[in-house]
C-alpha cells in the first residue's frame, strides 16, 4: 500500500538532473463506464478520448501523450473487456489482449463508488494471466466518496490481487475530475517505463488520425439524450474532408461529409427529431469541438443512413472501420 504517500523528488537534485529519460506506453483498463477515458484526458490535458456517462463508447485505440521533461508516456485506450454478445464484441475483445500484451504497464481502473463486482473480477482474472507487465490498481472517482469507503475499496484491491497471486506495482486513488493525485499518478508510471528517448514529437498530443477523432467527436454529441433509446446503436464514418476551394488564405474553410449509421429505419427519426432539430444541434456541436481540434473553421455536412444491424454484420464491420 506504498503508493499512497505522495513521493518527493526534489530532495536528490542530483540524481534528479542525471536521471536517463524514459518513454513507454500505458493502458488504462477497467470495465466500461470506470473512468478510463476522463483519466487519459486529465494527463493529458486536452479532450482526446471520447467521455460518455454510456458504456462502451469508446471503440477505437485513442493515443493521449503526456511530455515530460524526464519522460514521454503514451496512454493507449483500449475498449472495455466485457463478455461479448455480438462479433463487434468478439473483436474489441481481442484487441483489448493484444494491446495488454504489448504496453509497458497497465492501469486497472476501479470507482471508488462502487463495490467491487464480477466485472472487475472477470478483468482482474485476465490482468493475472499477463505475467510480466506491471500492474497499477487506480480507484478513480475519490472526490465522490469517504474517507472510510476509500479506505475499505483499496483493502479491497489489495486483497484481490493477492486471491489472484499477483502483486500491485502500486494502488492509488485519484480523482480526473477535481485533479487529486494525477500528476503523482504520471510519477509513479514514469519509473516503470523503458528508459528511451521520446517517441513522439513534442506537441503532438494523440497519433490518432483526425478523421477518426472527428468521427468520435459526432458520435459523442449524437449519442447526447439519446443514450437510453440507442446506446451502442450509432456509427460515424467521415466520408472526405476537402478544403473549400474558391476561399482567400487567410479565411480556409474545410468541407466535412460524414454519415451517422444506425441499425433500423425506426431509429432514424429518433437520430434526426422534431423537424430535424437533434440533428441540427448534434452538428452545432460537434462543429464547436472540431474547430477546436483542428484550429479552423467548419463546414460540417451530416447525413443519417441504415446500415441493417451493422454490429453482426462482418462486411459492414469492415467498412464502418472494426
Not at 36 to 54: F, M, P, Y
Not at 75 to 82: A, E, R
Not at 161 to 188: C, H, M, N, R, Y
Request: hydrophobic share 40%.
Amino acid at each position: 500500500m506504498g503508493a499512497m504517500s505522495v513521493r518527493s523528488k526534489s530532495s536528490e537534485p542530483s540524481a534528479q538532473s542525471e536521471a536517463p529519460h524514459r518513454a513507454g506506453f500505458a493502458c488504462f483498463v477497467g470495465r466500461p463506464n470506470a473512468g478510463k477515458s476522463t483519466l487519459t484526458n486529465a494527463l493529458v490535458g486536452q479532450k482526446v478520448a471520447i467521455t460518455a456517462d454510456q458504456p462502451q463508447t469508446t471503440r477505437h485505440t485513442v493515443r493521449g501523450i503526456v511530455h515530460r521533461p524526464d519522460a514521454q508516456l503514451i496512454l493507449v485506450d483500449t475498449p472495455g473487456l466485457h463478455k461479448p454478445r455480438t462479433l463487434l464484441g468478439e473483436r474489441l475483445n481481442d484487441v483489448v489482449r493484444t494491446t495488454w500484451a504489448e504496453v509497458d504497464v497497465i492501469g486497472f481502473c476501479l470507482p471508488a463508488n462502487e463495490k467491487l463486482g464480477p466485472g472487475d473480477r472477470f478483468i482482474a482474472k485476465e490482468l493475472a494471466s499477463i505475467k510480466k507487465t506491471p500492474k497499477i490498481a487506480i480507484v478513480t472517482k475519490t472526490d465522490l466518496v469517504d474517507g472510510k469507503t476509500l479506505a475499505g475499496q483499496l483493502i479491497a484491491i489489495d486483497q484481490l490481487g493477492k486471491e489472484l497471486g499477483f502483486e500491485w506495482a502500486e494502488i492509488i486513488p485519484v480523482s480526473a475530475v477535481s485533479g487529486t493525485q494525477v500528476d503523482l499518478l504520471a510519477d509513479l508510471i514514469v519509473p516503470l517505463l523503458p528508459e528511451g528517448p521520446a517517441l513522439y514529437p513534442d506537441g503532438e498530443l494523440t497519433d490518432e488520425p483526425e478523421q477518426v477523432m472527428i468521427a468520435e467527436l459526432i458520435r459523442e454529441a449524437a449519442l447526447e439524450g439519446v443514450r437510453d433509446e440507442l446506446p451502442h446503436s450509432i456509427a460515424v464514418v467521415v466520408e472526405e474532408m476537402l478544403p473549400r476551394e474558391d476561399r482567400p488564405a487567410d479565411k480556409p474553410l474545410l468541407d466535412i461529409h460524414a454519415f451517422v449509421y444506425i441499425e433500423r429505419p425506426s431509429q432514424k427519426g429518433i437520430i434526426i427529431g422534431p423537424k430535424g432539430k437533434r440533428l441540427k444541434d448534434v452538428g452545432i456541436k460537434s462543429r464547436k469541438q472540431i474547430e477546436a481540434l483542428l484550429g479552423t473553421p467548419v463546414f460540417l455536412d451530416l447525413h443519417v443512413k441504415v446500415a441493417k444491424d451493422w454490429q453482426r454484420d462482418p462486411r459492414q464491420l469492415r467498412k464502418l472501420g472494426f
